[in-house]
């Protein structure tokens, strides 16, 4: 296999691994409403660094897969009559002018790579206990349900509250 050529002395990759990754219309949103969420009820707005760390843990990925088998097994919502169903109503109220606007990139649709690692070991666990891999709906719908959100939101103020490891 050829080496990269050098360019002023260094060595570069060819095939380079994108740093940015877009995600689905549904897991982008679920995201986006765990960013929120953590956002509104801790003052601060949390890195998708916070965000890959907490859905990476193991604590996350049983929930979350719970949660996936318990929407499964839930019969569907019927719509009332004359309902638009292209619009749902937000489960809660965010209020997005008291947040720093620290995730311009995610709400542009571009997440780091370690979001949709997160996202892969998600399925990869769900899979396993369920024997059939969840949609990208199927997760985001889970991320998106109230307990879910607390939980996270939770382990993000956790990972906050732990003394630096650079000292």
């Known amino acids: 296999?050829?080496?990269?050529?050098?360019?002023?002395?260094?060595?570069?990759?060819?095939?380079?691994?994108?740093?940015?990754?877009?995600?689905?219309?549904?897991?982008?949103?679920?995201?986006?409403?765990?960013?929120?969420?953590?956002?509104?009820?801790?003052?601060?707005?949390?890195?998708?660094?916070?965000?890959?760390?907490?859905?990476?843990?193991?604590?996350?990925?049983?929930?979350?897969?719970?949660?996936?088998?318990?929407?499964?097994?839930?019969?569907?919502?019927?719509?009332?009559?004359?309902?638009?169903s292209g619009f749902r109503a937000a489960p809660m109220r965010i209020n997005l002018m008291i947040a720093p606007n620290k995730n311009p990139l995610a709400r542009a649709g571009f997440f780091i790579r370690p979001i949709a690692e997160a996202v892969a070991e998600i399925r990869k666990h769900a899979n396993a206990a369920l024997g059939v891999a969840p949609s990208d709906e199927d997760i985001a719908l889970s991320l998106k349900s109230n307990f879910i959100l607390s939980e996270l939101k939770n382990q993000i103020v956790h990972i906050r509250q732990q003394p630096s490891e650079q000292g």
Do not use: C, W
Request: charged share 25%; glycine share 4%; proline share 8%.
């Open 1 to 84: 296999m050829a080496k990269p050529p050098k360019k002023n002395g260094f060595r570069h990759r060819q095939e380079a691994e994108p740093l940015l990754v877009r995600l689905s219309n549904h897991l982008q949103a679920a995201i986006l409403l765990v960013m929120d969420y953590v956002a509104q009820t801790t003052g601060i707005e949390p890195s998708q660094e916070e965000i890959a760390t907490v859905l990476k843990s193991y604590f996350t990925l049983d929930e979350v897969t719970n949660q996936i088998n318990y929407l499964r097994k839930k019969p569907p919502v019927q719509e009332r009559p004359g309902a638009d």
